[in-house]
Structure formats: structure tokens, C-alpha cells
């Protein structure tokens, strides 16, 4: 059986006019699929060239198969259960540009290019103060983005026609306008000239946007099925839902440069993305965040099955009435009905969503989408938010846990696993997390203000090694 490639699926020849950042599931079941669609049903006539954002990913598997990949989505929808399947074929480019730096930016130079798309994590959109050599490529993504920039400034004299659209779909609050916020900090740090600086604000449009789709990634379980259906082999197929939602904030000018609107595609373009936002991190992200070390030391493996477990179900019910309800401004109506469906869509049996890949970065991740509801929680009620801070107790708990050769069972920026796996070499708990709880600089926040967190989460970690994850959740919630 062959791998899937151009001499078994044609690819049409079009102009590369998306630059993206990231070549991961998410981007690839979400955005490339919209590019897709909007290929076959608009007439976009545009392909993506994909940009590995770390020194190491998977843009050479795609390099392998020309860029192809079986897209399975599968959900309910309108009661029914739906299976589609697709080949995508819009990636016809892939850089990685720690080893093929000069050709990444040569892209700079394309009158084609149009549009900027990135996914680097959470982590991905950060700010360094050091990242300040353009002769070698950026450690973050806005370093590089920057770089790229300026050279596309300096080949085009300044022209305000080569601007471009950059649509960040990494889960942070007002990601576009961080990003814009962080080039111009870097601007300054790399003494670019005004006159670039006013380019980078006025010629490049910049949107905050919200992604919303459950994409569990590679359908390890269908894979045997599923080539013996297609005749070839697929290294690259990722698997998502049906459910699919991308609201941009921003100037409505981001509409004739990409014609969803010709297409059935749920794309939303307004002037305020917040409430959007906040009920989406908080309610379906915040329950992955929250649930995934609890679920799995509790024995679970995936969101269904614990969305099987009348207990785990129960709780996390109890989790986004008690403690994120109270903090989202919207109608109790809207968050009942958003809470609902996001309920049904993890019990989506077709979808099999490993814990594990939910678990990466964990440490930003509860930063971004559980702490906030916490924090609101405790300053309306003054009570201890004491299901989000077990989680968080759970978290750390799951820090120490290892796979079969010895490495950190959950993926994360290297400094924290480091860190980790120092901090689990000591015996004492309450040091342990007193020290990770008392760093500021990565929560923005100080727990001390949250009066009795820090015994709590002591507590909630003793009880979770010494009696287990079931037990230690019956003593603390019955």
C-alpha cells in the first residue's frame, strides 16, 4: 500500500497566499479545512505555506506526502450522527526555519501572500526582550514574525499595498492585539525605524480571534479501517468534530480577502469577540483543563469515558455551576444552553479525545482557562474556588507521574519539566507548593490574596497521594 502523495490524490496549482504558523491537528482540521472549503466553493485560489514554529515538528511528514492529509470529521448534527471524510490539499509549502531560514524569509518578498495564520500554544505568543538577532532565527514567534515584517517593509519600499491580514489562533486573551503589542516592543528593542513602525500599525491589519473545535488528532483506534477504506497509507490524518466556530474581531475588510460568506462555513466577523470568548475558554476549554489530571489518575483515558462516569460527570457539572457560572456576564439562559451543548459535544462517541493530548503546557493552559474563573469565584463569594484549586492540586500530582522510559508523563515548555521533576525529588509537599504557587511571574496573580489556597492545595496533594485520586475527591466532594 502506498502513502498518500500527489501521484495518488492531483493537487491543483495555486498561489501561496496564507503564511501559517504552526502545522499541528487543530490548524490542520480547522483553518486549512476553511481554506479548503473556501477553495472549492468561493474561488479563493490559495495555498497555504506551513511554517514549523519549533525547532522540532512534523512539517517533513507532510513534506513526504505533498502536503496531503485525510481529514475525518465526525459529530451529531441535528440529532444524527455524521461521518465525513476529505482529502485536504491545500498545504503546497513547508519551512522549517531553523534550518532554512534565508527561503523562510524569502517569502517576505511574495505579492501573492496575503494573510498571516499562526497556532504556536498559548506559550507561542510571549515576549523577549532578548530576541533581538535577525541573522539567526527567533526563539519565539513573534521574534520571527517581526523579522518577517521587516524585510517585507524593506522590499517593498514601505508600500502600504504589501500589509497584511494576521489572524493569531492561539487561545490567549486579545491575542491579535497582543502580538501587535509585543512587534512594537520588539521594534523598539531592535531600534527599527519609525517609519517601519508606523507601517507595521497602519499597513498590516490585526484581529482578535476565537477557535472552536474538538480535534482529537490522529485516529489511532480507525486507522487500520480507514486505509483498508482508502487504499493508502496516511501518516498525517487528524480527526476532528463537526462543530466548528471562528469569530474574528476586527476591521470587516478581512471579508474580501477571505469569502467565507460565500461558503456554509460558522464564521462570525463583529466588533467584540469578549463574550464569545470568555464563554468558550471558560466553560468548554476550562473543563478540559480542569478535568484532564483528575480524569486520568482517576482511571480514565479519554472525554467520553469520563463523560461515562456518572461521578466525573457530575462533578464537572458542579464545577462550571458553582464556581464559573457566577463569573461569565451573560444571560443565565446562554450559559445553561452553551453548557449543555458543550456537554453533549464530550460525549460525542465518535470522538475519542485523549486526555493526554489535552494535557500539553498544562501550566499555561490552567493559567488561561481555569485560574481566571477562580479568582472571579473567590473575589464574589470570598470562598475558596475548591474544585478549580483540587484540580489544580491534581496538576501537580500528575507533574510527577512518568512514562515507561522515566520522562514526565505530561508534555510542557522544557523549564517547567525541569523544574518538575527537581521539585518531586523533595519530600515536602507544603514546599513544593508554596513554591510553585507563589510564582507570580507565571500565574500574574498572588495566591496569597486568595486567603487559605495554599493549605488547601496542600492538602488536596497529600490526600491524592496517600489515598488516590477516587478517594481523596470523596472526602473532599463527597
Known amino acids: 500500500m502506498e502513502i498518500l502523495s500527489a501521484k495518488i490524490h492531483p493537487k491543483k496549482d495555486r498561489p501561496v497566499k496564507v503564511l501559517q504558523f504552526g502545522e499541528g491537528n487543530f490548524l490542520r482540521a480547522f483553518i486549512d479545512w476553511f481554506i479548503q472549503e473556501m477553495n472549492d466553493k468561493a474561488d479563493f485560489n490559495g495555498d497555504v505555506c506551513v511554517v514549523q514554529p519549533l525547532d522540532f515538528g512534523r512539517v517533513e511528514e507532510l513534506r513526504k506526502q505533498d502536503g496531503l492529509y485525510t481529514l475525518l470529521l465526525e459529530g451529531v448534527s441535528n440529532g444524527e450522527v455524521v461521518h465525513h471524510k476529505q482529502v485536504i490539499d491545500v498545504l503546497s509549502d513547508f519551512i522549517n526555519p531553523y534550518q532554512e531560514y534565508e527561503r523562510y524569509l524569502d517569502y517576505a518578498k511574495s505579492s501573492d501572500l496575503k494573510i498571516i495564520l499562526s497556532n504556536t500554544t498559548e506559550a507561542g505568543i510571549a515576549y523577549d526582550p532578548t530576541d ?16 518577517f515584517l521587516k524585510k517585507r517593509y524593506d522590499f517593498f519600499d514601505g508600500s502600504k499595498e504589501a500589509g497584511l491580514y494576521i489572524l493569531p489562533c492561539e487561545l490567549i486573551d486579545h491575542n491579535g492585539t497582543t502580538l501587535k503589542e509585543y512587534l512594537n516592543k520588539l521594534s523598539h528593542d531592535r531600534h527599527y525605524s519609525e ?24 485516529p489511532k483506534d480507525q486507522i487500520e479501517r480507514l486505509q483498508k477504506e482508502d487504499g493508502y497509507i496516511d501518516n498525517n490524518v487528524v480527526k476532528g468534530e463537526i462543530f466548528h466556530l471562528w469569530v474574528i474581531e476586527g476591521d470587516p475588510a478581512i471579508k474580501k480577502v477571505l469569502p467565507f460568506e460565500k461558503t456554509n462555513l460558522n464564521i462570525l466577523v463583529t466588533d467584540d469577540v469578549r463574550p464569545y470568548k470568555e464563554r468558550k475558554v471558560k466553560i468548554l476549554n476550562g473543563s478540559h483543563t480542569c478535568m484532564v489530571p483528575i480524569a486520568y489518575q482517576y482511571g480514565v483515558r479519554a472525554v467520553n469515558e469520563m463523560m461515562n462516569d456518572e461521578y466525573l460527570k457530575n462533578w464537572l457539572f458542579a464545577f462550571l455551576k458553582e464556581e464559573v457560572w457566577p463569573t461569565i456576564d451573560l444571560p443565565q439562559s446562554e450559559k445553561e444552553q452553551f453548557t449543555n451543548d458543550v456537554m453533549e459535544r464530550f460525549m460525542n462517541p465518535t470522538i475519542y479525545h485523549e486526555l493526554l493530548t489535552i494535557s500539553l503546557n498544562s501550566m499555561t493552559k490552567y493559567k488561561t482557562r481555569v485560574l481566571p474563573s477562580a479568582i472571579g469565584y473567590y473575589e464574589q463569594t470570598g470562598k475558596l474556588p475548591k474544585r478549580s484549586l483540587f484540580s489544580l492540586a491534581s496538576l501537580f500530582v500528575m507533574y510527577s507521574l512518568k512514562k515507561e522510559d522515566g520522562s514526565s508523563l505530561v508534555m510542557d515548555d522544557p523549564a517547567f519539566i525541569e523544574m518538575w521533576a527537581h521539585l518531586w525529588k523533595q519530600p515536602d509537599v507544603d514546599a513544593l507548593v508554596n513554591e510553585v504557587m507563589m510564582m507570580k511571574d507565571h500565574w500574574e496573580y498572588d495566591f496569597t490574596q486568595m486567603k487559605g489556597s495554599l493549605d488547601y492545595v496542600s492538602q488536596c496533594v497529600k490526600d491524592i497521594l496517600a489515598l488516590g485520586m477516587k478517594a481523596a475527591l470523596v472526602k473532599h466532594f463527597g
Open 132 to 147: 533581538t538577532d535577525e541573522m539567526k532565527t527567533s526563539p519565539t514567534y513573534p521574534g520571527k514574525l517581526l523579522t
Open 195 to 218: 517609519a517601519f513602525i508606523t507601517w507595521l500599525n497602519e499597513a498590516n491589519l490585526f484581529y482578535n480571534t476565537l477557535v472552536d473545535r474538538i480535534v482529537p488528532g490522529y
